[in-house]
């Protein structure tokens, strides 16, 4: 069990290397992100909610309709785009911290990480195009407007 | 055999069980967010399918879903401020545990006046 002791921080054994000397500040800009994407995210994630779910019919209002609603304006266009990029990059380093801390050998936290890496770009990439290619009437193969679409009018 | 020695700083109370609360919780939201996406990407096929995918989660069940990630993340994000003001904050790490119960108070603040919203939304009929 001696094994299982660990020294106190700051022991005299044990030496803080604070990145003295020119290495990688990638984890002291993780770190900091890590807590600056979390204020702004409180208030984006809280609106989100408060606007989804509790105004008006709540949950019941969801429908293409509320969706073509907020996306005809910029201002919830930005708020959600926002949303994504931050969320994204916050879970995704997040788990990138979990996956380092269980996944004790190197080829599985490899292969953990590449397939957390990839389903973040996929995720990032297609909410972008959404928000900015939504069309409220769209149309199928020969011109037609697609049942439950608004179109002018 | 473990590899490592399984020791850990943290002996259990307050602080463990925040942080273990503040990684299962981020998790949950992480994979949330996931298929969040992809049921939102619907719009981009068409109108029916997006409302018919989101109409089938307006189901009591779906609800108490949607009040539990809630739950979650109203955990995560006070327990995020906490964790920020505890690095910030000259006093943050002398009262951390404090703090915690700040956190779970708020969050019994909130959460209360959304579940009665959000519930009597969800099974009071439409
Ligand atoms: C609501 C606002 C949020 C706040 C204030 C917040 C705050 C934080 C903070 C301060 C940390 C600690 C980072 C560290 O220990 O270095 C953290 C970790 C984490 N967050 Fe968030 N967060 C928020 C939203 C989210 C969201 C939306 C997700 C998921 C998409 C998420 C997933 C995670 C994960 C997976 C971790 C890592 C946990 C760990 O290492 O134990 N958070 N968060
Ligand atoms: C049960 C609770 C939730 C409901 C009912 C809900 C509903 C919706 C709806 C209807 C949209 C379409 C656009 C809009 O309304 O702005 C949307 C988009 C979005 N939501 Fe949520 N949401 C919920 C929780 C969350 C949470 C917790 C997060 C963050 C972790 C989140 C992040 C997003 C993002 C990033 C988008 C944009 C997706 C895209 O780019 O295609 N949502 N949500």
Redesign the pocket.
């Known amino acids: 069990m001696a094994s299982n002791v660990i020294a106190a921080p700051r022991s005299a054994s044990m030496k803080y290397n604070r990145n003295k000397g020119g290495g990688s500040k990638f984890e002291m800009f993780a770190?900091l992100f890590?807590?600056l994407?979390?204020?702004v995210?409180?208030v984006l994630?809280?609106g989100h909610l408060f606007v989804n779910l509790m105004v008006g019919q709540g949950v019941h209002a969801i429908d293409f309709g509320f969706v073509a609603g907020k996306w005809a304006s910029p201002f919830w266009q930005v708020w959600d785009l926002l949303m994504l990029w931050l969320?994204?990059l916050?879970?995704t380093?997040?788990?990138r911290?979990?996956i380092n801390?269980y996944a004790e050998k190197d080829g599985t936290r490899m292969v953990l990480k590449t397939v957390l890496y990839i389903a973040a770009l996929v995720i990032v990439v297609l909410g972008t195009l959404v928000i900015f290619t939504f069309n409220p009437c769209p149309l199928d193969a020969s011109g037609v407007p697609l049942p439950g679409g608004f179109c002018g009018k | 055999m473990p590899t490592k020695p399984a020791g850990t700083l943290y002996r259990g109370r307050e602080g463990m069980w925040s942080?273990v609360g503040?990684?299962v919780?981020?998790?949950v939201?992480?994979f949330?967010?996931l298929v969040h996406v992809l049921d939102t990407s619907l719009v981009r096929v068409s109108p029916e399918a997006y409302t018919s995918v989101i109409g089938t989660y307006k189901i009591p069940l779906m609800g108490l879903g949607e009040a539990g990630l809630v739950a979650a993340?109203v955990f995560?994000?006070?327990?995020?401020?906490r964790?920020?003001a505890v690095d910030f904050w000259k006093k943050g790490p002398k009262y951390q545990r404090q703090l915690l119960w700040g956190v779970l108070a708020l969050w019994v603040i909130v959460m209360v006046p959304f579940l009665i919203r959000h519930l009597s939304i969800v099974f009071g009929g439409h």
């Open positions: 770190w890590m807590r994407s979390g204020v995210l409180v994630i809280f969320a994204m916050h879970g380093n997040g788990v911290t979990i801390d | 942080w503040h990684r919780t981020g998790v939201i992480f949330f967010l993340i995560h994000a006070f327990n995020g401020l964790i920020i």
